[in-house]
């Protein structure tokens, strides 16, 4: 029964299973497996997890009700990009210039599979400023979308907010 629930669960895209294992590679926005978005919960130091991208990783603080610290890298140069989401506002964050990169995928979800492996990969942090414009200068094409993170946190408080509610 249980195998049967995660299948319907995994063909809808709700979780990523492991094709080999079988065991859970994913629950958006969570992922079981390192990535480069760390989130550190913030009344609960000792509490760790990670996002699928960066949305995902902005999207925590709503689905779980928390104040989160996210350790991610910008995609172009692998500096850090550090936040802290309290009272569901970007409190801090660096560098002052970050950005999300939305990339555009040649086709949607449905058709090239799930989510965890054909879109989160494609959503990601960026330092901005020059280091996004050196960066798409040099990526041969990349069509995409820069977001504010202020954008993208709407976008993650819409993803995540109301997915745990009873209503």
């Not at 629930?5 to 926005?29: F, H, K, M, T, W």
């Not at 480069?36 to 919960?41: D, G, P, S, T």
């Not at 990339?103 to 959503?123: E, F």
């Amino acid at each position: 029964m249980l195998k049967h629930v995660l299948s319907l669960l995994d063909e809808r895209d709700l979780i990523y299973l492991n094709g080999q294992s079988g065991g859970i590679e994913a629950a958006y926005p969570f992922s079981a497996s390192p990535t480069v978005h760390k989130l550190r919960f913030t009344n609960r130091p000792a509490v760790h997890a990670y996002a699928m991208c960066a949305i995902d990783a902005l999207g925590v603080a709503f689905l779980c009700n928390e104040e989160v610290a996210i350790r991610s890298k910008c995609h172009s140069c692998g500096k850090d990009v550090l936040l802290e989401i309290n009272a569901a506002v970007i409190a801090r964050h660096a560098p002052e210039s970050a950005v999300v990169w939305v990339d555009v995928p040649a086709a949607s979800p449905a058709q090239t599979g799930h989510a965890a492996t054909s879109l989160c990969c494609k959503i990601v942090f960026n330092c901005g400023g020059d280091c996004l414009r050196q960066w798409r200068s040099t990526s041969h094409g990349a069509r995409g979308q820069v977001l504010s993170l202020g954008e993208a946190l709407w976008l993650g408080r819409e993803a995540f907010s109301d997915v745990l509610s009873s209503e």
